[in-house]
């Protein structure tokens, strides 16, 4: 079965940090499929990325970076230079390739505050 | 841009009440999807919908149900609201490809059952 950690409840920061955000998989499936969502306190969650199991290259958007490593099961997540807009909770998920009845397993998901 | 919209943020209801939450996408996607989200359980899946007509239950489907009559629209419904059923329900929508595709979420609706 699918299965998503994040082991990180809660992280705090000051403004300008750097902060890295972990999520360790586990699937028996080599083709899969990885993203990250960010939860603001408005409550709606918005994509940030999506990424397939065949594409280990690493994915820089401005502020944010993902490493994707098969070796370890993991798909981290970096924000350079937080901001105070930063502040959200993030969940990493997982969905093994399999058709129509596949589904979308979260991890518990990570609470970012980022102080001025 | 995919645009999700629910019909409430807020909603209060009273025990056994008949309850529905409705949930409208506008981009043509084929699968619609209802998540509950609950501290400390994270984001759990109830039902989806890969069709129109069509309905498959999810990790906790029960109490629940669902209809979905046309491509743009789902609905799920809470026959007999009870106190547990209190959380914030999420509707997500993606293109096709199941759970494999981008899911694009709406804004949630805060249900409390009294």
């Known amino acids: 079965a699918q299965k998503v950690t994040q082991a990180q409840t809660e992280i705090s920061v000051v403004e300008k940090e750097d902060v890295t955000l972990d999520c360790v998989y586990e699937?028996?499936?080599?083709?899969?499929?990885l993203f990250w969502y960010k939860q603001p306190p408005s409550g709606e969650l918005v994509f940030l990325i999506r990424?397939?199991?065949?594409?280990?290259q690493n994915e820089i958007s401005g502020r944010y970076s993902w490493n994707f490593q098969k070796s370890t099961s993991s798909f981290n997540f970096t924000i350079t230079a937080s901001q105070v807009v930063d502040s959200a909770v993030y969940f990493c998920?997982?969905?093994?390739?399999?058709?129509?009845?596949?589904?979308?397993?979260f991890g518990k998901g990570i609470t970012l505050s980022v102080r001025p | 841009d995919v645009k999700v919209t629910q019909s409430s943020r807020y909603l209060v209801k009273r025990t056994g009440e008949k309850v529905f939450l409705e949930c409208v996408q506008d981009?043509?996607?084929?699968?619609m999807f209802w998540y509950r989200q609950d501290p400390g359980l994270g984001l759990r899946l109830i039902y989806f919908?890969?069709?129109?007509?069509?309905?498959e239950k999810g990790d906790i489907p029960e109490g629940y149900s669902v209809s979905r009559e046309k491509k743009e629209r789902f609905s799920l419904i809470l026959e007999s609201a009870s106190t547990n059923q209190t959380s914030m329900y999420l509707c997500?929508?993606?293109?096709?490809?199941?759970?494999?595709?981008?899911?694009?979420f709406g804004p949630g609706t805060r249900l409390t059952v009294l």
């Open positions: 997500a929508s993606s293109l096709r490809g199941g759970s494999t595709d981008t899911q694009y």
């Open positions: 699937t028996r499936d080599t083709t899969y499929y």
């Open positions: 990424r397939n199991s065949f594409d280990e």
């Open positions: 998920a997982l969905s093994e390739a399999g058709g129509a009845n596949s589904k979308l397993t």
């Open positions: 981009m043509d996607h084929e699968n």
């Open positions: 919908s890969y069709d129109v007509k069509m309905k």
